[in-house]
């Protein structure tokens, strides 16, 4: 946006994200604020619904009573906040005469992006434990960054989905250290889940800028929805995550993975971004098979939500 | 009255094999239910209705887990072996709740039917609702304090399902013959729910539930009233196998392969 042909109205706006103040929903936006929410909130919340399909694969198969209860209740904080996310974007598509069925067309379509992570095959009970730890991880890295999000009703939302992705580590966590301290045969198990999301997690962040930040890119950072860029963000996965995955007695299948003892800098080997490409526009592994479930089920339920939607009252 | 003790139940084979017998059927329900309930997790027609019924799978296998964990503690064995290792032919849960959800399995073209679903979970719930009612003052302590506990969340399961009997009845034609065709259809398989097995009168005599009768009348008496209150045919029942006495569909066979696949690689290992 250049700022010398700003309007009173937007230049006030943009006075306010600088000094922090936080926008409200009901607070005068410049329509390009409220897009570049929508796009990122709306991807978000689809993301958490999609997401919850990866792990629910194996809630029914979890393997112990425990087990059972931790990942029905993880999965069902994921939906949870699928939930909470689709009506910040609902609130913000108001104006536009939208609401979530906009939102869940736009995913069916494909007009809509979740993330990459969510359309790998998961195997084995020990892609459960990856995704709660190091996927669940990624994404509290990213979402940190949003804690300070000039939009306040985000940033609300973030809170508590941060809070409860903190027990989502946890639990992963705790699935990972039992297979990794347990039988030959669940240390394979979970060595080979790790090689298999090692370049997932690193495209989890986004292509690197190499000092080219994209438009989008450059609009959230100019009005404090976002303050880091994918690079940055990896690199903090990196110094978060790797030495915790060695002191598992696992290998990450990196050769040249390597932190420059002065700078702090990792250097790795790229993942294939065209194959990230791929990925994201619904041509991953499981990309088809996963939206055909959700879109299946959706549209065997529109009976279900047209009862709620107008129903007469009951008593 | 002198209550049992968990190891004043474990010293007496024929009071231990009363509670065990009065745990399988409880532990059996909500494990297989919650199973069921945990194959919608993902898939259900709202997403609010998701995380609803999220919570409730989620309190069915943590009530579960209690029952095991009594048996456990009565000698019978590790609650995840329980759950997860005992086959079919043992197992004592209602051939209502080990039935499917709908068409499909849940991992592939699964066509769930939500109607049926919530029927089912209703029948449950009263059930369930007016056995532990029948439990609060049971000569076995454990389970007498579990039944309180319990009933506090059932209350909110049964709230839950009825809100939506009562909403599929008053909105449209649709969703009224949807209600009335899953009503028609649980009824092939309801007929050993609301049945304590051939150790009902035992159970009653030895204190360890209030009786049998009061207990069954108080849950026919409920899907009555609701029957009234919808205008619904009343209730007529079959019994085709009777889950109590360990006769199972495939169904259950199925649920179980499900349920216990991955701790059967190495029931030995620690998950």
Sequence with gaps: ?315 | MQRWTIEEAAANPERSRLVSELLWQLADDDMIIGFRDQEWLGLAPHIEEDVAFGSIGQEEIGHAALYYGLLEQLGYGKADDLASLRTAAERRNSVLVEQPNGAGHYLESPHYDWAWTIVRHYLHDVWETALLGGLTDSVFEPLADAAGKILREKRYHLAHQELWMRTMAAHDPDSRGRLEDAWRRVQAWAGDLADLGPSGADFEAAGLCQSVESIVGRYHVRVSEMAGALGLPAMECETRQNGRCGEHTEALQQALDTLSEVYRLDPTANW
């Design chain 1, 1 to 315: 946006m250049p700022e010398e042909t700003l309007t009173d109205q937007e230049a006030y706006f943009l006075e306010r994200v600088d000094r922090g103040d936080r926008i409200e929903a009901d607070d005068w936006m410049p329509e390009d604020y409220r897009q570049q929410l929508v796009r990122l909130i709306a991807m978000h919340a689809v993301s958490e619904i999609m997401g919850a399909l990866p792990e629910k694969e194996w809630v029914p198969r979890a393997p112990t009573l425990y087990r059972k209860l931790a990942i029905t209740a993880k999965v069902q904080d994921e939906v949870g906040h699928g939930q909470l996310l689709i009506r910040v974007a609902e609130d913000l598509m108001r104006p536009w005469g939208k609401n979530r069925e906009d939102v869940m067309d736009d995913l069916f379509t494909g007009r809509l992006k979740y993330h990459n992570v969510f359309h790998m095959a998961t195997p084995t009970w020990a892609d459960a434990g990856v995704i709660g730890w190091l996927v669940d991880g990624a994404a509290v890295i990213t979402q940190g960054m949003s804690l300070s999000c000039s939009y306040a009703p985000y940033a609300r939302a973030l809170q508590r989905i941060v809070e409860e992705e903190g027990f989502h580590i946890q639990h992963g966590e705790s699935i990972c250290m039992a297979l990794a301290e347990g039988t030959p045969m669940q240390r394979a198990m979970l060595q080979d889940a790790l090689n298999r999301w090692w370049p997932a997690l690193l495209m989890f962040f986004g292509p690197p800028e190499k000092s080219q930040l994209s438009t989008h890119q450059l609009r959230n950072i100019r009005y404090r929805i976002r303050s880091k860029t994918n690079e940055e963000l990896r690199q903090r996965f990196f110094s978060k995550y790797v030495h915790r995955i060695w002191s598992l007695g696992l290998t990450i299948p990196d050769p040249t993975l390597q932190q420059d003892p002065f700078t702090k800098e990792w250097t790795y080997q790229q993942p294939d971004w065209d194959e990230f490409r791929r990925i994201v526009s619904n041509h991953g592994p499981r990309s088809e098979a996963r939206l055909g479930l959700r879109s299946t089920t959706y549209q065997e339920g529109e009976w279900v939500r047209r009862t709620i939607a107008l129903s007469p009252a009951v008593g």
